[in-house]
């Protein structure tokens, strides 16, 4: 019933920055803790980040913590991940995520999952 729709990958060279945004359809964003995954070829899913219905709380990976942002945009029904100081080992499909609880990190706790975006980072 819930669709997210995944933009803003692409490829990007160490150290530079990009910005992934995930759209629903079918929900109002503010609505429901979001989170972001990601997947490299042969890994297992990893938890990215989440925030919470209003924003107020944030959780973030090991591997991202200091140079991922989540953040929403309730105009726009948006949320983003915003990566700065990118490494190669952050090559990986990323997908956008409604979850049942800001705070449950794991794919268990995903609701609906979007499509994916690439993110390929050179060095």
């Known amino acids: 019933q819930v669709q997210l729709a995944e933009s803003g990958g692409g490829l990007v060279q160490a150290g530079g920055s990009l910005r992934l945004s995930c759209a629903p359809s079918?929900?109002?964003?503010?609505?429901?803790?979001m989170g972001w995954f990601r997947q490299a070829p042969g890994k297992e899913r990893e938890f990215v980040a989440s925030i919470s219905r209003r924003g107020g709380t944030t959780y973030y990976g090991d591997s991202v913590k200091g140079r991922f942002t989540i953040s929403t945009d309730t105009a726009r029904n948006t949320v983003y991940l915003q990566m700065s100081s990118l490494k190669p080992e952050d090559t990986a499909v990323y997908y956008c995520a409604v979850l049942k609880s800001t705070m449950l990190t794991t794919p268990r706790a995903v609701d609906y999952w979007g499509q994916g975006t690439q993110v390929t980072v050179s060095s």
């Open positions: 079918g929900r109002t964003l503010s609505n429901y803790p």
